[in-house]
């Protein structure tokens, strides 16, 4: 078995080849060296790639007939065409529950960053400027305490429902919006039409993943049914947000703050009409990477091969 690693990026040596060479010969490339060998040149006789699937399209699909499994390091597939790699006889799996933890702490961090105005009172400490610190808790930056207030969460799968865990624990009341309920959720919180979530919420997570019934569900019409006031926090992904529209919502004071993770375009351009607001925190796409979650990553990949090989495959998407 030929297992070929292409740009893993941020896991760099976490990814334990020995174990890899217990199961097949590895080999490994940059995505400069497989642009300059050409793709077709440099998987031919490959049976397992890890990372590196953008080179994947159909057309190259077809041409590697040895090709067997494609391992996506992360949990979301939609920029890969699975169904035709089914076609071709290619398993793809994905790596569902790396990022469980990290992302709903990082959903959780960016909504206390705005309620409790770190950057606001960070500034007046740093600037010595006790006058600030007491104009904004009289009114220009109030915090903001969670206890009794409502999260609505969109998207009840592994995420989200801790997410949901995390707010409970804050005292926060939850609401749920996903189109396949179930016992579990039922247990964390109270699954409700998307319309009733947004207009019971005092903070909205987006927790669900970018297909196309889900693009722009955060748009004008959605946010005009949100509470006055409102929090909206995304760490899922970006195209979840009609931008203008949310940049409209912020302006006007519709929603109090946005906390994102995500935006439609990566790296944020200096189009985006959210960089430059005041109430709106944006982070680099980076809720997925403490160390932990990334030896998990590249622990499971590692794994995915492994019972693949042994015939016993595990996180097959397609």
Known sequence: MVITIIDIGMLGDM?????????????EYTSAEVMKMGVVKCMNETDVVLGGFRFLTND?????????????????????????????????????????????????????????????????????????????????????????????????????????KMAAGLGMKVLAYDIFENDEGRKLAEYTTLDDLLARSDVVSLNCPSTKENRHIINAETLAKMKDGAFLINDARGDLIDEAALADALRSGKLRGAGLDVVEKEPAGPDNPLLNLPNCIITPHIAWTPIESRQRMADTMVETVRAFANGTPINIVN
């Open 15 to 27: 990814l334990n080849r020995d174990e890899l060479r217990k199961i097949g010969e590895v080999r």
């Open 60 to 164: 190259v699909m077809d041409q590697l007939t040895n090709l067997k499994l494609v391992v996506i390091p992360a949990t979301g597939f939609n920029a890969f065409d699975v169904d035709h790699a089914r076609k071709c006889g290619i398993s793809v799996a994905n790596n569902p529950d790396y990022g469980t933890a990290p992302v709903a702490q990082h959903a959780i961090a960016l909504l206390l960053y705005l309620t409790n105005q770190i950057a606001y009172y960070n500034n007046a400490l740093r600037s010595g400027d006790f006058m600030q610190t007491m104009k904004g808790i009289m009114g220009d930056a109030p915090l903001i305490e969670l206890a009794n207030k409502t999260i609505g969460i969109i998207g009840f799968g592994r995420i989200g429902r801790n997410v949901g």
